[in-house]
């Protein structure tokens, strides 16, 4: 047996099989290692095992079309380097997304990591040690195809680098895929049309197959135009979807300010959570988060989850601004800037006459939303430019929450009122560094980013209850109505596993059901002087704030396209569908070909034809909501339906870069009715009002 082993290394051992070999070998451990794929079942392990390989086949044998060995070798190492590259960027995206990276994501990455120290500073946290054995080879690599007379070298110019060879290796490349496809359609029938899920594209066709289904997707989407049947279609589902308000609380709100405050990173668990240090000693994360849930002033809810895709927080302001779902393949804030929107902002003006302002301690291109702002219809948006920075009181994202919120009021005091001012908060972000006056202790675990994350949202706490003193001392608080949302998750899938344990839970018995409950993000809608407010258990997500919000301030949505429903409605559908096609019910829920039982978590056994059949049918009615809102996006069909008596927004109006003038120019056109909060304090400021804790030096000037 050895010996016949050794006759096959002698006549078949080359260059090109080895570089196919590292490669499926590579992959195959990148699957197990680092991917959560959900392989169950012989085949899907075969499956597994073979779908490297036609796509390793086929790019690796683009350098067989080199005139001569020499060449192609060169060609072949460059094809290496790059497969390589992208297989660990997909691993370490992974790590932090538990998603794979699509060509939209690469080529938006300059509009989201502004600067690159926040890229820099995130990239790091997420390398581990073991990473070397992904790259590792490459310098042996290309010190093998330097020695031109070793065997292995000179057997490539018999066996590969002839014609004749590159119509067979092509062919084995496409049978390989046939094979691979068949496969995978007897495992999971209309594999490329009925899934959301990028995790199976990888499982049955390979990061390869991904990468060329996603760019025909890709260009599919960008071709898109809207037909007459489509703009019939969604008015006809978003009429379908529409859920009267309650009587009781529309209008609740009337006429009063609107303060949005996304928060960054702020996740469910963390309501009530205490964290227990070493010496027994318990600490409240977010005291002043935890009363204003339940607050009697406070509309709480306990399971709203977010929604996002690859847009991240740009995915949860658009959900909450338009009622409309991200994009299954990078941001719609990048890619559907242009695109035509009738968005929070606009809704408010044009209905209840509010002044509307965005407030964000990084630079307006960071996820490009100055470009997008004017889409929304943003009066004002007051970003980086507009703020006091220094190297103090910054981190990698921007400005600290305690002097972001403090220096914003200068321009918040000077809208005119009723006005709707969004704020988004940026210290508590990945990989959540550690605030040196902050006394809240770091957790003992093996992850750093676990670790520093329940000091930094304790810091965030601090800030948010700093800005509501400041909203109680100037007048501003008993005439607003302030909506607080978690974005997105703090601690990624990756890591839950280490945050189990300081949650009283076990790692072992941890599911990928606790990885989607972890998806739960606060959502409170506080008003005050309400006295009947309650925390509820209604099952909703980012996709409902923009219709709730409307309703309490006594705004009709009927006319609008909106995917999404109010909260507080009678009979508000308690489907909530994911970006990458699950399901959450207040019953069942689905996480891909799986069905657990919402209530215990458990998983329902595939003999339960009852419980299984009404998942599935929920989850089919729940998708249809993906299926309409992409049609929107994709086509720009709002450019083509307008509600009865709206016209788009002109967008020419709007400059940022004048912001602070324009306020001026505001105020001297309002005249006696000036309505701002300057104006009705005797033109003196209330920023003086506002009382921190922050040491960094830096307080802003007035407009």
């Known amino acids: 047996m050895r010996q016949r082993l050794l006759q096959l290394y002698n006549k078949y051992s080359s260059v090109f099989l080895l570089a196919v070999l590292l490669t499926w070998a590579k992959t195959y451990a990148g699957y197990h290692i680092e991917f959560e794929l959900g392989v169950s079942g012989w085949l899907q392990h075969f499956i597994l095992l073979i779908n490297p390989i036609a796509g390793t086949v086929f790019i690796l044998g683009l350098s067989l079309f080199a005139k001569n060995s020499r060449r192609g070798h060169k060609v072949l190492f460059a094809i290496y380097t790059v497969i390589t590259a992208l297989l660990y960027a997909n691993i370490v995206y992974y790590r932090e997304f538990a998603d794979f990276l699509t060509f939209s994501t690469v080529f938006e990455a300059p509009k989201i990591f502004v600067g690159g120290e926040n890229f820099i500073t995130g990239a790091l946290a997420l ?35 002839t014609r004749p060879v590159i119509k067979k290796v092509m062919t084995f490349a496409l049978i390989t895929f046939i094979i691979n496809l068949g496969l995978a359609e007897i495992s999971r029938p209309m594999l490329l049309t009925r899934t959301f899920d990028r995790n199976y594209i990888v499982k049955y066709l390979g990061l390869g197959g991904f990468a060329v289904y996603d760019s025909v997707m890709t260009v599919k989407a960008s071709a898109a135009v809207p037909e007459d049947d489509d703009v019939q279609y969604a008015v006809s589902y978003a009429a379908k979807r529409y859920a009267a308000p309650d009587p009781r609380f529309f209008g609740r709100a009337r006429g009063r300010n609107l303060i949005v405050i996304h928060m960054e990173s702020i996740q469910q668990f963390l309501i009530d959570y205490h964290y227990t240090d070493e010496e027994g000693n318990k600490w409240e994360v977010m005291p002043f988060l935890n009363r204003l849930y339940h607050s009697k002033d406070s509309f709480s809810f ?91 009181n910054t981190t990698d994202y921007g400005l600290k929450d305690k002097q972001f919120f403090k220096q914003s009021v200068q321009y918040l005091e000077h809208l005119q009122q009723p006005f709707y001012a969004k704020f988004i908060t940026l210290s508590n972000h990945f990989p959540f560094p550690v605030d040196e006056n902050n006394e809240f202790p770091l957790a003992n675990t093996p992850d750093e980013s676990v670790n520093g994350y329940f000091a930094s949202c304790n810091y965030a706490d601090q ?239 007035n407009p």
């Open 127 to 161: 390398l581990k040690w073991h990473d070397f054995i992904y790259l590792i080879d490459l310098p042996f690599f290309y010190r093998l195809l330097k020695k031109r007379d070793s065997a292995i070298v000179k057997r490539d110019e018999k066996l590969f680098y």
């Open 302 to 392: 306990s399971n709203h989850f977010a929604q996002i895709g690859q847009g991240k927080s740009s995915d949860a302001e658009l959900m909450a601004e338009t009622s409309l779902f991200g994009l299954s393949r990078g941001a719609a804030f990048i890619q559907n800037a242009d695109n035509t929107f009738y968005a929070g902002p606009q809704i408010l003006r044009n209905e209840a006459g509010y002044t509307s302002a965005a407030f964000h301690g990084n630079t307006g291109s960071f996820w490009n939303r100055i470009d997008m702002y004017t889409s929304l219809g943003y009066d004002y948006f007051f970003d980086a430019d507009d703020f006091y920075l220094t190297e103090d």
């Open 463 to 701: 800030a948010l209850e700093e800005f509501f003193n400041y909203l109680k001392a100037s007048g501003v608080y008993e005439n607003s109505m302030i909506v607080l949302y978690g974005d997105h998750y703090g601690i990624s899938d990756a890591r839950n596993k280490e945050l189990a344990p300081l949650i009283g839970r076990d790692p072992e018995t941890w599911t990928e059901f606790d990885d989607l409950m972890m998806k739960r993000t606060p959502f409170i809608i506080h008003i005050p002087g309400l006295e009947e407010g309650k925390v509820k258990d209604t099952f909703a997500g980012q996709i409902d704030i923009l219709p709730t919000v409307l309703h309490l301030l006594g705004i009709h949505t009927r006319d609008q396209i909106f995917i999404g429903q109010d909260m507080l409605a009678p009979r508000k559908d308690e489907v909530i569908i994911f970006r990458n096609g699950d399901m959450v019910s207040s019953v069942y829920t689905c996480i891909g070909d799986k069905v657990y039982d919402t209530r215990t978590g458990e998983l329902i056994d595939e003999t339960d034809e009852y419980a299984c059949s009404k998942a599935k049918e929920y989850e089919k009615k729940a998708q249809e909501q993906l299926k309409v809102s992409d049609l929107i996006l994709d086509t720009d069909l709002l450019a083509i339906y307008q509600p009865k008596g709206w016209e788009p927004m002109n967008k020419e109006k709007l400059d940022y870069f004048r912001d602070k003038e324009r306020l001026r120019l505001a105020a001297y056109e309002a005249g006696p009715a000036n309505t701002s909060i300057y104006y009705q304090n005797n033109r003196r400021s209330t920023a003086v009002l506002y009382v921190t804790d922050a040491p960094e030096a830096g307080s802003g000037t």
